[in-house]
């Protein structure tokens, strides 16, 4: 009987298999159409079409777009929130700022419980805690007898200053839950996270029982199947941090797994990279509507301590920090009345697609523009099964070319480039704004398109290298193996450095650290695999953004909180290019982290022993443009699958795979490492 | 390339064009994102009151940030060619700090850190950065004054004065700026930040220039506005040659006897792709803060442009220089020195930009009704200042609040909504202004039956009222407390504007919109609430589901249904939210208020806006082809 970890990436379009034998070092990667909304159907199919045998699998690990997409789709539950009277509206009103300055037709997105569900309560609490009104339990009660009469399926609940006394928070859900039932999920504010900011708090919360009976109905059906079909274990579930969870954990923070897609995805990046030999990396992921970079720094990726679903629903969770932006191999390339060639926003997606597919959309996109100058096999495009037709993109650029005045090469080369003028804009928002210098880190390109363009965006950026995985398109669920079980926990302090009362200091870890073991104990993790990583957020005071600085032990002297302000210190000079000295503001503690983590080895693939020489892959030429050459010009095009390690491939080349094109422009060289990724180095253009 | 020539023929090769256009406006987003992550005000951390821009060393604006203040945007040019006249000679690391407002600015808090690029020892561009400080002197925590005669009495002018020289601080400079300011240790991290964002985008200018040689970069200086202006006059060729005019006023002028209500007008004329919009009919320069100089006219108007033609944004000189702006020196839209400018912006601004709106809109109705929109809610400044009970530290804190949007041709205006003008500010968290701050906030909470009505209503003001726990003092310039914001076509205004001490207790008092060191006592309560959206059309045309679907969101109450909309909704079980529409009594309902139609004209909240009644068509007239 062989020991399978079993990771399943469920995406819009595919569901995707990873199936890993940690004794034999062997890994089984299978792809099948995703099957919405019955989205089980696709993880059954993924498992029959791998012939993998229920009694050999021993973990199995999963993720999903699901509560990202219920959001989006608003098929969530029909939920309410309880609030501290007078505040009504705090969801509502949001932080009532819009995204685009001139644009008086933008309209924000729906709030997930609508005013007439948000009901008030006699509370108040201060900001020290402190309470002003004590709660009206009869207003609960009242509220409990509205959201039977309503039916409503869960309810979240959310106070002022909730996060520094959660006693009335936890009383009502007492309440609720009494006069409701165990039917009705309820959740407060402060147990799912105690941070200061009251809508973003409240906006996560209502996320959260906005999710939960649809995620927690998802779970049990999956679990169901797995059963059914005879795997009784765990099912573990990716999260926004970068992390799994068991389902049983996630059914209680299901906002927690929203954006854990991605986050997969920057994991599999930094894993990648890792094993082709670099601890810094910027990950590159590029699909048919969109491109998501994330920036891994010795290993660790960005973590943001805060992310939105829409532009006015905030999650408050750590998650894997990431710019998504709409460039994609559908994004429509058009010609504005001022004469401008611009790219998106506007995607012809999957259906419609592209051009050369004849399928209704006429404009050229960033794919037709690839195809046209010879990138892509037409034999080939989403493995052959469709049938695509060049011409058709030639007549769609020509289009464009004839506004611009361009050759029809000129005009798709430039489409090219301003897409890639967008990504390179991105990269540089998640490097060099933030202090990180591209040039240290390797650029690891996945998805469907990324390795088309990663070399020019690379070039750009002055970085030396590329690395395209050999699993570019899986790089989600290869991730997802080897993703930590990992829990966080926080405790807000919210105090200036030098009035820290060290013992309540002690007090809020030692309760943390408490929590920690415990969700590891009822997590099942083996002593020997957990750890516990002790964090602090501190700030200058009257400010927002704070930093995260990790820490070897709880703070336990004044001489401890002395070495924190003075890291702070260094770290905030170093990040934002000045300090502000002692007497000009004082430095807040502001939160006090634990992270629970059960360490999953990562997955270490047999190495190959063959190797081989590019000459073996060589598999015909192609005419490729090249804008330095300024021409189609003959050009090698090798077929992924037999290349070999220590195989050399010089640029110009192409190199074709199932999922991915890689285009190695004039220049550059790719080396095929041990393990068969692609390891490019870039070299300037001239 | 090729260098075949069309009509919209560019210096440089259209791929070399749009990679430049993007990257100016790329160096000004990342040099703005710079300043907000540095920055140590709340009102820039979290309330986004700061710009950045690129022009050419004559002062023509090639960009700004995405989601930079609006009215800021328009006063970079007026600054640069100041500037340009003051100092004889500009040398590579010298840098200038500047807030005069006649000559180049908004108001004194808005401060601008101007940095001068040079290539190859050549003057090749300005970068600025504009921060809005919390506060720059003068008689009142926050430098705002209402009862202000004069400018001398708001706060710290300040022409062109070198901050850096070859890149090293003058100290008597800084020193200068620290004395005649509250807090300014604190600046410490408002200027550092300026200063590095000039210093970005010089460094990410200089590396195009690298790349492309410096004559392509400038031919992409020229190239991005003549887009702009190819972009802005097929516009303006689409719409009817014509006369279009608005008026709209402000509340009040405190400095003259009977405080009169100030009067706004523009005249707009089309003339095939020819715009000028005339400002000189408007009323006399107020005696109080509440007017603006010439360069923040320009910044409204070309505001009030943008948000009729979003697709043109970010500004730059290509559209400055299409619209002609005719103005007359000594009135209320362009004061001279010594005239007060604190309050501008809840004062001329808004009503510039919003009859900006009115005007285009007119021409637009009949060409593209969807980018008609009726008043949206005002700004109100709100300072508050003392020493912090328990900390014994000064305080000073400058606040705002969301509210209503103004209707669409086509949909509601959205509720909790930031002043059109500054999309990019957010408000404030409660739990954050409790703890630094004195007070305790007990409403976030909508105003009921605030929208302006309409077959496509306003949206909702807010009410963000607190307790005060300690002594504080309060400044507040405002407007449209007496008139709304304006409706169209039938819709009625919006909401009032509320600063009221102690409401709905005997020690009442209403301290409106001019309220100057009103000092509040530990345990005095404030109602602070703002202005619903203006309406569009006749409200007894609005759907009855929308009617009923607000009067159960508990937005709008029965009454007003019934008096109003001509809904007769009955409430049969609240718990369950089970209403029911009286059809026979709506549909007798309906007839009557058409019939009649006997609500005030005026300026008012709740009345017909006169102007935006006869000037607008209807929805079902407009998609009625």
Redesign the interface.
């Known amino acids: 009987m062989r020991n399978l970890t079993v990771s399943v990436d469920i995406g819009g379009t595919f569901t995707d298999l990873v199936a890993y034998d940690a004794e034999e070092r062997q890994i089984q990667t299978v792809k099948v159409p995703s099957t919405p909304p019955r989205f089980i159907e696709g993880v059954m199919n993924a498992l029959d079409k791998a012939g993998i045998a229920a009694a050999d699998v021993g973990a199995f690990k999963h993720g999903s777009t699901i509560a990202t997409n219920a959001i989006i789709q608003r098929r969530g539950a029909k939920a309410g929130l309880v609030t501290t009277r007078g505040m009504r509206d705090v969801l509502g009103a949001g932080r009532a700022n819009r995204p685009d300055l001139f644009n008086s037709n933008w309209d924000p997105s729906p709030a997930l419980v609508p005013r007439r569900h948000i009901l008030e309560v006699g509370e108040r609490v201060d900001y020290l805690g402190k309470v002003m009104t004590p709660l009206n339990e009869d207003d609960v009660r009242v509220a409990a007898r509205k959201f039977r009469a309503r039916e409503i399926e869960s309810v979240a609940v959310a106070y002022l200053n909730s996060f520094v006394n959660e006693d009335h928070e936890r009383r009502t859900k007492e309440i609720l839950e009494e006069e409701l039932g165990e039917d009705v999920f309820v959740c407060t504010s402060a147990e799912v996270l105690p941070e200061l900011r009251e809508f973003e708090r409240t906006s996560t919360v209502a996320a959260n029982a906005y999710l939960a009976p649809v995620i927690g109905r998802y779970l049990d059906g999956l679990g169901a199947a797995l059963r059914d079909w005879g795997y009784p274990g765990e099912v573990f579930v990716t999260h926004s941090g970068g992390g799994i969870m068991s389902a049983r954990a996630a059914r209680e923070v299901p906002a927690r797994i929203c954006h854990s897609g991605p986050a997969g995805g920057v994991i599999g990046g930094k894993r990648v990279g890792e094993l082709a030999g670099f601890e810094n990396v910027i990950t590159f992921d590029m699909g048919g509507t969109s491109a998501d970079l994330s920036l891994v720094e010795k290993g660790v990726p960005s973590i943001a301590s805060e992310w939105r679903v829409d532009w006015n629903i905030p999650i408050l969770f750590p998650a894997i920090d990431l710019v998504a932006i709409g460039a994609g191999g559908g994004t429509i390339a058009w010609v504005d009345e001022g004469g401008s060639l611009r790219t998106g926003p506007q995607s012809a997606g999957a259906d419609p697609g592209p051009a050369c597919l004849g399928k209704g959309n006429e404009e050229p996109t960033v794919t037709d523009a690839q195809l046209y100058l010879g990138r892509l096999n037409p034999e080939t495009y989403l493995g052959g099964d469709v049938k695509i037709d060049v011409d058709l993109a030639e007549q769609a650029i020509a289009k464009i070319g004839e506004q611009l005045g361009l050759s029809t090469p000129e005009a798709a080369d430039g489409i090219i480039r301003i897409a890639n003028d967008s990504m390179i804009t991105a990269a540089r928002l998640i490097s060099v704004e933030r202090g990180y210098d591209p040039r240290d880190y390797a650029l690891v390109a996945g998805g469907g398109a990324g390795p088309l363009h990663a070399v020019e965006i690379a070039r750009e950026l002055q970085m030396k290298s590329v690395v395209v995985p050999l699993a570019a398109g899986l790089t989600s669920a290869v991730g997802i193996l080897s993703v930590d079980l990992r829990h966080d926990f926080v405790r807000p302090v919210l105090t200036q450095a030098r009035e820290v009362d060290l013992d309540d200091l002690g007090v809020k870890y030692a309760q943390l650290l408490e929590e920690a073991d415990q969700v590891l104990e009822a997590e099942k993790v083996p002593e020997e695999r957990r750890t516990l990583e002790l964090s602090i957020d501190v700030r200058y005071y009257g400010q927002t953004p704070y930093l995260n600085l990790t820490l070897d032990a709880v703070p336990a002297s004044a001489e401890d909180l002395q070495t924190i302000v003075a890291r702070y210190n260094d770290q905030y000079e170093r990040e934002f290019g000045y300090r502000l000295e002692e007497g000009v503001s004082q430095v807040e503690i502001v939160n006090a982290r634990v992270a629970a983590i059960g360490i999953t080895d990562p997955a270490d693939v047999r190495v190959p022993e063959e190797t081989g020489d590019a000459a073996e892959a060589l598999v015909g030429s192609r005419d490729v443009y090249f804008a330095e050459v300024g021409d189609h010009q003959s050009t090698s095009i090798y077929a992924r699958a037999k290349l070999r390690s220590g195989a050399e491939v010089n640029g110009p080349a192409v190199i074709d795979h199932d999922e991915t094109t890689v285009l190695v422009p004039p220049g550059a060289t790719a080396t095929v490492d041990e393990y068969l990724n692609l390891v490019i180095t870039v070299k300037p253009a001239n | 390339?090729?260098?075949?020539?069309?009509d919209?023929?560019?210096r440089n090769?259209?791929?070399t064009?749009?990679?430049l256009?993007?990257?100016f406006r790329?160096m000004c987003n990342?040099a703005s994102?710079?300043i907000e992550?540095?920055s140590?005000a709340?009102t820039i951390?979290?309330g986004?009151d700061y710009s950045v821009s690129v022009l050419t060393p004559d002062g023509r604006l090639i960009s700004h940030g995405?989601?930079?203040q609006?009215p800021h945007m328009g006063t970079f040019e007026s600054s640069v060619q100041h500037l340009v006249k003051t100092v004889p000679e500009f040398k590579p690391g010298d840098v200038y700090i500047f807030n005069d407002p006649y000559t180049g600015g908004t108001h004194q808090n808005d401060v601008k850190i101007m940095r001068p690029i040079f290539h190859d020892g050549e003057l090749f561009a300005f970068g600025i950065a504009l921060c809005h400080w919390p506060d720059v002197g003068g008689p009142m925590h926050g430098t705002f004054n209402p009862h202000a005669t004069e400018c001398y009495a708001e706060g710290l002018r300040m022409p062109p004065l070198k901050l850096y020289e070859n890149d090293e601080p003058v100290q008597a400079i800084w020193d200068l700026v620290g004395m005649n300011i509250r807090v300014p240790?604190?600046r410490?991290?408002e200027i550092?930040a300026q200063y590095?964002a000039g210093k970005l985008v010089e460094r990410r200018l200089l590396g195009y220039v690298e790349k492309f040689g410096a004559e392509v970069v400038k031919d992409g200086f020229e190239d991005t506005m003549d887009?702009?202006?190819?972009?802005f006059r097929?516009w303006v060729s689409k719409l009817a040659d014509g006369e279009y005019e608005f008026e709209d006023f402000g509340d009040r002028d405190l400095g003259r006897e009977g405080e009169p209500m100030i009067r706004v007008h523009a005249k707009m004329t089309i003339e095939g792709d020819q715009v000028t919009i005339d400002w000189s009919d408007s009323g006399p320069a107020p005696i109080a803060s509440w007017g603006f100089a010439r360069p923040a006219l320009l910044s409204a108007t070309y505001d009030g442009t943008?948000?009729c033609f979003?697709?043109?944004?970010p500004l730059n000189h290509g559209v400055v220089r299409s619209i002609n702006i005719v103005s007359k020196k000594g009135t209320c839209v362009d004061v001279e020195e010594p005239t007060p400018v604190t309050g501008y912006c809840s004062g001329a601004y808004e009503k510039v930009d919003a009859i900006t709106m009115a005007c285009w809109g007119q021409a637009l109705q009949h060409v593209e009704p969807?980018?008609v929109?009726a008043a949206t809610v005002n700004l109100q400044n709100f300072c508050t200042g003392g020493v912090h009970p328990t900390t014994g530290q000064p305080f000073v804190s400058y606040m705002w609040l969301?509210g209503g949007?103004g209707a669409?041709t086509y949909?509601d205006g959205?509720?909790?909504?930031?002043m059109?003008f500054i999309?990019?500010?957010?408000?404030q968290?409660?739990?954050?202004l409790?703890?630094?701050y004195p007070m305790?906030?007990?409403?976030?909470?909508?105003v009921i039956d605030s929208c302006g009505d309409g077959e496509f209503r306003g949206g909702f003001g807010?009410s963000r009222s607190f307790t005060a726990w300690g002594d504080t003092e309060l400044v507040v310039l405002g407007d449209r407390e007496r008139v709304g914001p304006f409706g169209l076509a039938g819709g009625t205004n919006g909401g009032p504007n509320r600063v009221v001490l102690n409401i709905d207790t005997p020690k009442e008092k209403n301290l409106g919109m001019f309220a100057s060191k009103a000092i509040l006592k530990a345990g005095d309560r404030l109602h602070f609430s703002s202005n619903g959206g203006g309406g569009y059309g006749l409200p007894w045309d609005r759907k009855v589901e929308s009617v009923l679907d607000d009067v159960?969101?508990?937005?709008l109450s029965l009454e007003k249904a019934r008096d109003v909309y001509g809904v007769a909704i009955e409430c049969r079980?609240?718990?369950?939210?089970d209403y029911a529409v009286d059809e026979a009594a709506t549909e007798a309902l309906r007839a009557a208020l058409r019939a009649k139609d006997d609500r005030a004209r005026g300026l008012g909240p709740g009345e017909v806006h006169p102007g935006g009644e006869q000037l607008f068509r209807r929805p079902e007239e407009l998609y009625a082809s």
């Open positions: 390339m090729s260098t075949a020539q069309t919209t023929a560019t090769d259209p791929i064009f749009a990679v256009r993007n990257a790329s990342e994102a710079l992550r540095v140590y709340p951390t979290e986004h995405q989601r930079d609006a240790k604190e410490v991290a550092f590095e887009h702009s202006e190819r972009l097929a943008m948000h979003p697709e043109l944004a969807r980018r929109h969301e949007q669409r949909a959205n509720s909790f909504y930031m059109i999309g990019g500010a957010s408000n968290p409660n739990e954050v409790e703890r630094w305790y906030y007990d409403e976030a909470e909508a807010i159960i969101e508990e937005l079980d609240a718990d369950s939210l």
